[in-house]
């Protein structure tokens, strides 16, 4: 197990590896979806999974910003 960010962590044998909830199954692109799709972290807390915390969601949200806040983007001119 490899913690990213507090409540974060990295499993290869939990859901081949991808992020997740520490201490759970719930995948990052899970919440992230949730999210997307307009669910406020209580709702997702009350409606889908009541074992986690809101503090959990949000550190999700730090988790995908650190993700885009380090990626590089290098753009090649056409032609």
Request: net charge negative.
């Amino acid at each position: 197990m490899v913690k990213i960010i507090e409540r974060i962590e990295v499993t290869p044998e939990v859901l081949h590896g991808k992020p997740h909830i520490a201490g759970t199954r719930v995948p990052i692109d899970i919440i992230l979806g949730l999210l997307g799709d307009g669910l406020t972290p209580e709702e997702i807390v009350k409606q889908h999974y009541p074992h986690i915390a809101k503090d959990d969601i949000l550190a999700c949200i730090r988790y995908a910003r650190q993700i885009v806040e380090d990626e590089e983007i290098y753009m090649v001119k056409a032609g």
